[in-house]
């Protein structure tokens, strides 16, 4: 049994985080070190230092993460270290783990690392025990999953369950559907999951133009419960299910809802008592391990949820007492932010080399720029450095015959994140192999990549040489590790959590609000009843606004 974990009050307003970072002399540190890296060679770095792999490389919970392809020193890692104790990382770290309100915009603690914690632990926060209320949730979730995957759950005729279709958006999607297609080879495969997100009518019926009312469950997921998309969608969900089935009485067998918001769910007609809580204190993009992820319990049932479960709090604990030095989110972090701010890179490639993680690059977009694309501080100026990189990304070896041509010899550098296993659960002649030779190959081709005396030695024309020359010292992380499981999901997406967060905290921003998505929702509700208004409105956008919605209404 673990123990209850011991939290320290920490003050937050009083930590190094809230100096602007770019003034601490550790800041300059690296931009003098970086400038002393101008000539930096990863072939003369690998050749200078035996040692490097190992000095360059950790092991967590399983994931073993080469980190000596990058365009860094160990003293480059030491210098960042630094910098992350200057802006106070620990204290942010403590000040999260303990229930301290560090979403300041919105005036809420940041928890996703509760719902992961074990039974046996306690986290007291504003006087209640939130490791206790997660697993009331996560009983009532697991005995709803069991009742469907056992089928004793029916719908309105009395047919058992055999569609879930999950209705979300952002957080309350991304999350359901990436762990969904990471884990279906340990799915329910009687069960057909589909997920709806777009506002886009298609996405509506073509999730559901093969599916039998009588058969199909809908889970509403949305934290706010008035997300324009999602209602919509819920809506035109019940009419297909009640036209279908004759009675208003059916919604109570087909719908269920996961959200923080009880009276918008009663007020749409389902019955709180099939409906999924959670709290303020779980962000959108942070939610995949809450109710949120009730399609994905569904799916691969309770236990193997647990072990999900379990891999996140793997790296949480990890993150929470590793030095810094050793704390691998803490690192990835770290390295995001020394080619963001001082090789001034603008995107990181997350390109996992398994079929199942195909979702996973959109997912960590959400986690990522959500998160980190912010322009002030905590305390409310205008950043002076650049803040979060674009994510983004395709599972290999597919972007290797689409964009990899711009990674290895265009103009810009893209750092990347290589994911691979070990093994595949789908063992098939030498495919694995084959994949796993191309991820090797490319971290290497990227890294080291091929003289114009090698490409002449080859006996290529000298006017073709330049072409043909890779000039190397294109940075990557390659993350190995064993096996696209339950447990090892919870640890990749537990990884770039808190590698966020890490970011997050140099950069003093608020990475746990999203401001900047509110204004297009206020716009788009003032324009769709001009969309929809039978005599010509009154537009008072600006001209182009308003040229394109005469146009709209003309020609629609
Ligand atoms: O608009 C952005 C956002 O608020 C995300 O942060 C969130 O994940 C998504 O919308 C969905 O919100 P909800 O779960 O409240 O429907």
Not at 9 to 38: F, K, Q
Not at 109 to 124: C, N
């Amino acid at each position: 049994m673990e123990a209850p974990i011991e939290r320290e009050e920490t003050d937050v307003s009083d930590t190094p985080g809230t100096i602007p970072p770019a003034s601490l002399p550790e800041w300059r540190a690296l931009d003098d070190h970086r400038v002393a890296l101008d000539a930096f060679d990863l072939r003369t770095a690998f050749a200078e230092d035996p040692s490097r792999v190992e000095r360059m490389s950790l092991d967590v919970v399983g994931l073993h993460a080469d980190l000596s392809k990058h365009l860094a020193t160990p003293e480059t890692l030491g210098l960042l270290v630094e910098l992350a104790e200057a802006c106070g990382l620990r204290e942010r770290i403590a000040a999260m783990f303990s229930g301290e309100h560090i979403n300041v915009t919105e005036d809420r603690a940041v928890l996703h690392v509760a719902l992961r914690m074990p039974r046996s632990t306690s986290l007291t926060v504003d006087g209640v025990d939130v490791v206790a209320e997660v697993h009331r949730v996560l009983d009532r979730m697991g005995a709803f999953a069991d009742s469907v995957r056992s089928a004793s759950w029916v719908g309105h005729t009395g047919r058992p369950i055999r569609n879930v279709v999950n209705i979300g958006i952002g957080g309350s999607d991304l999350g359901p559907v990436m762990a969904y297609r990471a884990l279906r080879h340990v799915s329910d495969r009687d069960l057909t999951f589909r997920f709806v997100s777009n506002v886009d009518g298609t996405d509506f019926v073509e999730a559901t133009r093969d599916l039998d009312p009588a058969e199909t469950l809908f889970i509403i997921c949305s934290k706010t419960f008035t997300t324009l998309e999602t209602m919509t969608n819920a809506r035109s969900a019940r009419e297909w299910v009640v036209s279908a089935l004759g009675s208003e009485d059916a919604v109570g067998r087909h719908f269920v809802a996961v959200s923080t918001n009880a009276a918008g769910v009663a007020e749409f007609g389902i019955d709180t008592d099939n409906m999924f809580g959670f709290w303020d204190w779980v962000g959108g993009r942070y939610s995949m391990d809450s109710a949120i992820g009730l399609s994905t319990m569904v799916a691969i049932g309770p236990e193997a949820f647990a072990d999900l479960l379990a891999g996140f709090h793997a790296v949480d604990e990890h993150f929470r007492t590793a030095p810094i030095r050793e704390n691998l989110p803490a690192l990835i972090g770290l390295l995001a932010v020394w080619y963001r701010n001082f090789w001034g890179c603008q995107t990181i490639a997350v390109l996992p080399y398994d079929q199942y993680l195909e979702r996973f690059p959109a997912y960590l977009q959400q986690l990522t720029m959500e998160s980190n694309g912010k322009h002030v501080t905590l305390e409310g100026a205008h950043v002076e450095v650049d803040t979060g990189a674009i994510y983004w990304g395709e599972p290999g070896t597919n972007g290797q015959h689409s964009f990899y041509q711009l990674i290895h010899q265009g103009t810009t550098i893209v750092p990347v994140d290589f994911i691979c296993f070990a093994r595949t659960p789908n063992p098939l002649g030498d495919h694995h192999d084959l994949l796993s030779a191309n991820v090797f190959a490319q971290s290497a081709a990227l890294a080291f990549g091929r003289s114009a005396e090698e490409v002449a030695a080859d006996g290529t024309p000298a006017a073709r040489v330049p072409a043909k020359v890779m000039e190397g010292n294109r940075p990557s992380t390659t993350i190995l590790t064993d096996e696209v499981s339950p447990f090892r999901l919870g640890t990749l997406v537990a990884l770039y959590e808190h590698s966020v967060f890490t970011q997050g905290a140099i950069w003093g921003i608020d990475s746990f609000d999203q401001w900047g998505v509110e204004l297009g929702k206020q716009l788009a509700a003032r324009i769709a009843p001009q969309l929809l208004a039978e005599d010509e409105p009154e537009l008072d956008h600006d001209p182009s606004t308003n040229d394109l919605i005469r146009r709209y209404r003309s020609m629609s």
